[in-house]
């Protein structure tokens, strides 16, 4: 059986959640270094826009799969990597970016275990990345 890699759904919404921080203090932030009097509405704003990004785009990125078979990693869209052509494997946050030969860059996103997934795709190159 090959290796399967899906989304996590607690991964998403923490990923999320740390987002949302960011955005709400970086809102705020701007909000005060231009004097407006209101800084806490930039609280609400990077709220308000990470929570409908992340309504908004939860069916679809939680759908994803990325799978190793034929020599290849097959992702959503078609997508197809072979395993000799991937050059570098880089661990971001709680994604996994797939470096090509060619330059092409690919994200594995919302992994609950990213080590294991580094792990599979390294294995199943038969090098290391």
């Known amino acids: 059986m090959s290796p399967v890699f899906r989304p996590d759904r607690a991964t998403y919404i923490r990923d999320h959640a740390w987002m949302a921080a960011l955005a709400m203090a970086g809102a705020m932030a701007v909000l005060w270094a231009i004097g407006n009097p209101h800084v806490w ?22 759908g994803h799969e990325w799978r190793i078979e034929d020599g290849a990693l097959h992702g959503p869209g078609g997508r197809r990597v072979a395993l000799d052509q991937i050059e570098r494997l880089r661990p971001l946050g709680s994604a996994v970016q797939v470096v090509t030969r060619g330059g092409d860059k690919h994200l594995i996103k919302y992994l609950a275990d990213r080590e294991a997934v580094l792990a599979a795709i390294r294995q199943a190159a038969g090098r290391t990345l």
């Open 41 to 62: 509405t930039g609280a609400v704003a990077g709220l308000a826009a990470v929570g409908v990004r992340a309504w908004y785009l939860a069916s679809e990125e939680l």
